[in-house]
C-alpha cells in the first residue's frame, strides 16, 4: 500500500506562510476568470497541492515565487475552463471599421459581459496585463510560452492583446449600437 508521507513541522508552517502571502491574490486573479467562488477555491488549492508536489521545480533565477505561483493559477484554471468547454468567441470581421477607442457610452457591466465572452486564454491575459498590470515578460514566462526567442513572444503577445482589444470594441459598438 501507500505510505503517507509525513510533513515536518517547517514544512507545515512553510506551506501556511505561502498560502497567507500568495493566496489572497491568486484568489483575486482565479477569481476573474473563474466566476463560481466554489470553482475558484478548487483552482486555487489545486494551485498550491501542484505548487508543494513540484517546489523542486521552481527557479528563482527564472522567476519570483508569485510569478510562478501565478503561472501554475494560470494553467488550473485553464485545465478547469476547457473541461467545462466555455469559449464562447466574439467573430472577428476584419473588414469591419474598428474604432480606436471604446465608445463613450460603454459601462463597467457592458465591458464585463463582454470579457466574459472571451476565450479563457482572452481573459486571462486581459486579466495579467490590465488588471494585474504584469509586463509581457512575466506574461509570456506564466502563460508558459517564454520557451521560444523572449523577444519574438513579447511581440506576438503585444500583438493579441490588440486583436483581443479590437475585438472588445468591436463587441461593444454593436452592444451599443443595438440599444
Avoid at 505561483?69 to 468547454?85: P, V
Avoid at 492583446?161 to 475585438?167: A, G, M, T
Amino acid at each position: 500500500m501507500f505510505k503517507r508521507r509525513r510533513h515536518s513541522d517547517q514544512e507545515t508552517e512553510d506551506i501556511a506562510a505561502m498560502i497567507s502571502r500568495y493566496g489572497p491574490a491568486l484568489m483575486t486573479f482565479v477569481g476573474r476568470i473563474v466566476t463560481i467562488q466554489e470553482d475558484a477555491e478548487d483552482v486555487l488549492q489545486e494551485t498550491f497541492v501542484s505548487a508543494y508536489k513540484h517546489l523542486e521545480d521552481y527557479d528563482p533565477e527564472k522567476a519570483s515565487m508569485k510569478t510562478w505561483l501565478h503561472r501554475i493559477a494560470y494553467h488550473e484554471a485553464l485545465y478547469l475552463l476547457r473541461r467545462r468547454k466555455r469559449m464562447a468567441q466574439i467573430p472577428l470581421n476584419v473588414s469591419e471599421d474598428i474604432p480606436d477607442e471604446l465608445p463613450d457610452a460603454t459601462t463597467a457591466e457592458q465591458l464585463d459581459e463582454a470579457i466574459q465572452k472571451l476565450s479563457p486564454e482572452e481573459q486571462m491575459l486581459l486579466q495579467l496585463y490590465y488588471f494585474d498590470q504584469r509586463p509581457l515578460k512575466e506574461i509570456a514566462y506564466i502563460t508558459g510560452a517564454a520557451d521560444n526567442s523572449l523577444e519574438r513572444e513579447v511581440s506576438r503577445l503585444s500583438s493579441r492583446l490588440h486583436r483581443i482589444r479590437q475585438r472588445l470594441r468591436i463587441f461593444l459598438t454593436r452592444m451599443n449600437d443595438e440599444q
